[in-house]
């Protein structure tokens, strides 16, 4: 056993935020995207926007949908499993490391993308996608059992502050390089020398939290027969059983569900909706539409959203957890009718630092409510296995009902009123959730912000 709110331990927590954040960042909202659309726009001998891929013709835009939609299956799939046994042999840091160096390395291979070799080139953002989210279902277990209840929200917001921070710093380098650097040819290998740097940066910052965190902290002496897979499944067939039996967390798991389903969905397709739908400036040279707002206002949601995770952590001692939540989902709705209307720039900046603001402080207080209400266990893994595969399942179904009603209901700005009413559900659903009373947490008093640091 190892002792609760030990600052050294909880501080190599949190840098594994900062460690695999710039992925999420780089790779999945930013860098890789633009990469990628610009190597598949003009392909020889096939219409634009189109892609071969083992022998059939997809939008370049569907086949990175497809591709990223697959590891969230695969994902869904294979880590309830894998954490039964990793709660079942009290190794699940070994489980963390594998999939964060899976994800690491994976990224460094996007080096070596080829446009000539889908079949081969896509399997490194797949199993990139794979890495990160496999890694983080061990990564959260970890917080009911370094801290103590009344520390969750706070060490929950400090891990996604010091991600938001991390990436942005990453970020801004590779931005940097890409202004500076005035060779063409070199130019063109700054994204691929960034796919390096993110996986060395995860991998490389992943050793701090490594170092502290412990593997076996329950001191688990499980059977020396073989029959891991097994004994995973029936670990977690009964931690489904002890699952409910948890009315309140079943009920939290379903709301979370719901509304996560919609901060995915907008947190993925932001860009995408100011690409098409914001009236961006002419450039007076090149006679298009001048887009470097597009990364201002990426940036401006990375800052605000270390802002909105300190703000909420800090009102839920007043408030609740849930309470906070509700604000917040309230608040997400908001966005989305407000979006509807936006047209201009500085419009968008203003809608963009909002999302910031409630992504930041939604992320971490859903972490950390869902850590709160867990019964006294050892099997923190596979508990948290079911939160990751509820995030997962929602990563797929937002985007898809996005584009359906995109497709079917006239646009982008009416399908954000659909998500608009993904909001409303959640909310809802919400009163069926007791609230977590700040004087009723468990836990020894609060240590002071400095310790944390």
Known sequence: MIVKNDPKIINGWTFYDWANSVYNLVITSVVFPKFFLAQTKHLEGLPQDTVLFFGREFNNVELYSYVFSASFIIVSFLVPLLSGIADYLGNKKRFM?????????????????????LEISMLSPFFASIGFWGSLVFYNSYLPEIATPDQHDRISAKGFSLGYIGSIILLITIIVALQVVKDPELSRMIPRYGFIAVGLWWAGFAQITYVRLPNNVYDKKPEKDKGYIYKGYRELRRIWSELSDQAQLK?????????????????????????????????????????????????????????GALVMSR?????????????????????????????????FYGLAAAVGFVMGGIQSMSRSTYSKMLPETTDHASYFSFYDVLEKIGLIIGPFLFGF???????????????????????????????????????????SDTNLV
Not at 324 to 344: D, H, L, N, R
């Open 405 to 447: 009603a995109c497709g079917h209901l006239g646009g982008m700005r009416n399908a954000v009123i659909i998500l608009g009413s993904i909001f409303i559900i959640g909310f809802i659903s919400l009163y069926w959730v007791k609230s977590i009373k700040p004087d009723k947490i468990k836990g020894i008093k609060a240590i």
């Open 97 to 117: 490391q594998f999939f964060c160096y899976l994800g690491a390395l994976s990224c460094i291979s996007m080096f070596f993308f080829d446009v000539n070799h």
């Open 251 to 307: 009920r939290f798991l379903l709301s979370f569900f719901i509304y996560n389903m919609g901060v995915q969905t907008i947190m993925l397709l932001a860009v995408v909706f100011a690409d098409e739908e914001i009236n961006w400036p002419i450039d007076e040279v090149t006679g298009e539409a001048d887009k470097t707002g597009l990364i201002v206002s990426i940036i401006l949601i990375q800052l605000v959203a270390v802002v």
């Open 315 to 347: 009102l839920s001692r007043k408030i609740g957890n849930i309470a906070v939540i509700k604000i917040s989902v309230i608040f997400w709705f908001g966005i989305c009718v407000v979006a509807y209307f936006i047209t201009e720039p500085m419009q």
